[in-house]
């Protein structure tokens, strides 16, 4: 009996998540010829007042909001509640003398000007469990591959042997000391993750992996770092910050000698990790309020773990490849690697603001490029190297030219789907879309057709893989020809209208949390005939089946 109430309390925010929320308590009190409204919010919440009366404010409040006027100036509050995980969709609240004067009552919660009828509200929140594990699971995966890569890069490489050589010389314990060395990488990196996610919080982390300025400002560092593993200049940190802490580290002894040694080695190997783990943070961001912080894990996981081993294990020091050449080379391959990523970033804000300047066959024909030289480049240096590093090498060439030549036929419209979370949206034939909300229920009520509502964004990985893996499917496609489609992108940076200065993502956006009561992406919405939305939503998933039977014409 103990267990199933365990379970049940386990179980009860998960069912109450699901479940209508109201976070947000109106009261009100006269005071002479004013009224004091008052609202008092739940704990984890916070309340956004997007308008009272005529008046915007988008102002957030915390724990209450209160306000005293005049009774012949009251005027009705619109507001929505947010917590790190979900949105309330917005209500509309006003003060009247009919409830008694101790109560603020409910006014029926008005449509986005101009923008239709609202269909019936859906609480179904934009990501199952089952897909944020998977989610949380690629950000781990991303980490641990990018840790991997940065432990044969020229910053980090050649530390190995000294700084297990320290420990080992330094006490008798130095398989232990190295051991708290690798725990101290992981506190270190994890930190940061934890750091960013309490700077900018659940919400803004979403903004901060679609924002075009930050797409750009990444764009360009990605590039520089790039141009620098080519050799064309060094970057650096000052040499002072790393000899300053590690003189620190040699003279203190303890734990705390350990985490400057280890806050030593994030400093000096700055230069190669920084774009990493850059590239990391931001992909990270777009996913949920813990994947900053379980990609740090990753990430300092697989960094850490060769100073562990070989502390360990001090003899595989002898048997492990000096730096040299090889490292070099493997410096202009993560450049080239570097150049790649970074279109994805300069891609969302090319498609965010409209500007056309990177369409989707260029940035396939840049790609071929890069895979290209990686192996044009590696076969031309190839005499230079031993016959056991020469058949590495014979690997990565084949792998590279065979990626470069898959991507090909993406030129002429083939989906490319390995590209699918990197490159702009693929124009899928056989179904006419419509990007404005409006335009788009006029046509169905003109024809008589339901209406299925893609919500997305163009800085949403997982959107780009659902269209390549689901709506690209052949069956899938032959269902939606009975569907009139609607794709609103959340992230479009594009001035509606000349009379406001609301983008075409704003209004797309608050389309998605006012009328659906949602702001994740990808999300799915189906709307009978008279505009009526017909069962729950559908959220990410990559099985054409399960999309499928979630279709109801």
Same mark, same amino acid.
């Given at each position: ?30 005071? #002479? ?252 961001? #777009? ?247 017909? #069962? ?18």
């Amino acid at each position: 009996m103990r267990k199933i109430f365990y379970i049940l309390l386990t179980l009860f925010p998960i069912l109450a998540y699901a479940d209508l929320v109201q976070p947000v308590t109106w009261s009100g009190e006269e005071i #002479g010829d004013s009224v004091r409204l008052k609202a008092d919010i739940q704990q984890g919440w916070h309340m956004t007042i997007i308008e009272m009366g005529d008046r915007q404010f988008e102002q957030e409040f915390a724990d209450s909001f209160a306000i005293t006027v005049a009774k012949d100036e009251l005027v009705p509050i619109r507001f929505n509640a947010c917590d790190d995980r979900q949105c309330t969709a917005p209500e509309t609240w006003a003060y009247e003398e009919d409830c008694g004067c101790t109560t603020v009552c409910p006014l029926p919660s008005a449509s986005v000007n101009q923008l239709g009828t609202a269909p019936s509200v859906s609480t179904n929140i934009g990501l199952s469990l089952s897909d944020r594990t998977r989610s949380l699971l690629w950000i781990l995966l991303m980490g641990l591959l990018g840790g991997l890569l940065a432990i044969f890069t020229p910053c980090v490489w050649p530390i190995i042997p000294m700084t297990v050589s320290f420990f080992l010389k330094r006490t008798d314990q130095g398989a232990k000391n190295a051991i708290l060395y690798g725990l101290s990488i992981v506190v270190l990196y994890v930190g940061l993750g934890l750091l960013v996610t309490l700077l900018f919080g659940a919400s803004a982390l979403n903004e901060l992996s679609t924002n075009a300025v930050v797409n750009i400002v990444f764009f360009v560092l990605l590039v520089v770092f790039a141009l620098s593993f080519f050799g064309l200049f060094e970057l650096t940190l000052p040499s002072s910050w790393s000899t300053a802490l590690d003189n620190k580290a040699r003279s203190t002894g303890g734990i705390l000698s350990i985490l400057l040694m280890a806050f030593t080695l994030v400093v000096v190997s700055f230069s190669c990790t920084a774009p990493i783990v850059g590239t990391l943070l931001v992909e990270a961001a #777009g996913h949920s309020l813990l994947a900053p912080t379980v990609g740090m894990l990753g990430f300092a996981i697989a960094l850490a773990l060769p100073f562990t081993l070989f502390a360990l294990f001090p003899q595989w020091l002898k048997s492990a490849p000096k730096s040299g050449d090889w490292m070099s080379s493997f410096k202009v391959v993560l450049a080239f690697l570097e150049l790649a990523l970074s279109l994805k970033f300069l891609s969302v804000a090319d498609m965010a603001y409209g500007w056309g300047i990177l369409p989707r066959w260029l940035f396939i024909t840049i790609w071929i490029l890069c895979f290209a030289g990686i192996g044009i480049y590696l076969l031309w240096h190839i005499a230079r190297v031993s016959w056991t590093r020469r058949i590495i090498r014979i690997i990565v060439i084949v792998a590279s030219l065979s990626f470069a030549g898959y991507l090909i036929p993406g030129l002429w419209g083939a989906p490319v789907k390995a590209i699918s979370a990197f490159a702009p949206p693929m124009q899928i034939e056989g179904r006419q879309v419509f990007n404005n909300y409006d335009e788009g229920l006029a046509y169905a009520r003109q024809q008589g057709k339901p209406v299925i509502i893609d919500f997305t964004g163009y800085g949403c990985v997982n959107c780009r893989k659902m269209e390549a893996y689901v709506l690209d499917n052949d069956s899938v496609k032959q269902r939606l020809r009975n569907y009139v489609f609607i794709e609103l992108f959340v992230d479009d940076r594009r001035p509606y209208n000349a009379d406001t200065n609301l983008s075409v993502g704003d209004v797309n956006s608050r389309i998605q949390r006012e009328l659906f009561g949602a702001n994740a992406q990808p999300y799915y919405v189906q709307l009978d005939k008279t505009g009526k939305q017909v #069962g729950e939503a559908q959220a990410f998933t990559i099985d054409p089946m399960e999309f499928i039977n979630w279709l109801k014409y």
